[in-house]
């Protein structure tokens, strides 16, 4: 257990909606990265939080959002979702925004229709 | 933007077998390099890392791998796999001194071994 918890685990969305998700860090964890993990590849980095602010990012469009709050939970947010958005989303906390030394969840796994 | 490759996506073992898993990266700058494994309904873990210095890194249960510079390779090794070692493994660089915040990942290997 790396006590990074995300939800939900599963859902469904049609095209053109939208989706939150959500990612509670390990403790002591000031850092959250989102990754997104197509069917067959590694995971892609969508952006990083650090200390409320997004602190890097990925080739992801801007429809492609996030916070993190003070007790350094964060959301990722989707709009206008399309097929190709289905994947699975990792949230991922580390103790220092520049390693690389990362503490995943289980993830969520969107399906779009 | 930087590349990394894993060759093999699905290798297939016998327990005791030897194990070595390619991985190359395409960055002329100085890396940081890790290997993530996922075992079947766990999370990503991180197995081995390299920062500088020795260039064979040992890593949890009994798993090494070797940076070699000039071949941009970070090979991942093990002597003799067992069974729980049935996993996806995941190579990832991430550019240091950079400010990049990146991990960059392969595509993963998926290793199953045959008991």
């Known amino acids: 257990e790396t006590g990074v918890t995300q939800s939900p685990t599963h859902l469904i969305k049609t095209r053109g909606q939208q989706v939150t998700l959500r990612c509670s860090s390990q403790s002591g964890h000031n850092t959250v990265s989102w990754y997104q993990q197509a069917l067959g590849q590694g995971p892609q980095f969508i952006f990083q939080?650090?200390?409320?602010?997004?602190?890097g990012r990925g080739n992801f469009p801007p429809r492609f959002s996030g916070l993190q709050f003070p007790n350094y939970s964060s959301e990722l947010n989707v709009n206008a979702l399309e097929l190709d958005d289905s994947a699975l989303y990792l949230c991922a906390s580390s103790t220092d925004r520049n390693t690389g030394e990362l503490f995943f969840g289980e993830g969520s796994r969107l399906t779009v229709l | 933007a930087q590349s990394v490759s894993q060759h093999n996506h699905h290798v297939i073992l016998s327990e005791a077998a030897s194990l070595e898993l390619g991985c190359n990266y395409s960055y002329g700058g100085t890396v940081n390099l890790f290997w993530y494994v996922q075992y079947p309904g766990q999370h990503l873990q991180l197995l081995l890392k390299y920062f500088s210095g020795d260039p064979l890194v040992k890593g949890i249960k009994g798993f090494e791998a070797e940076f070699i510079k000039s071949k941009f390779s970070f090979n991942l090794r093990k002597p003799s796999v067992q069974w729980s070692d049935t996993a996806e493994y995941f190579c990832a660089v991430k550019l240091a001194n950079t400010g990049r915040r990146a991990l960059t990942f392969g595509s993963g290997t998926r290793l199953q071994v045959q008991p």
């Open positions: 939080y650090y200390r409320e602010e997004e602190n």
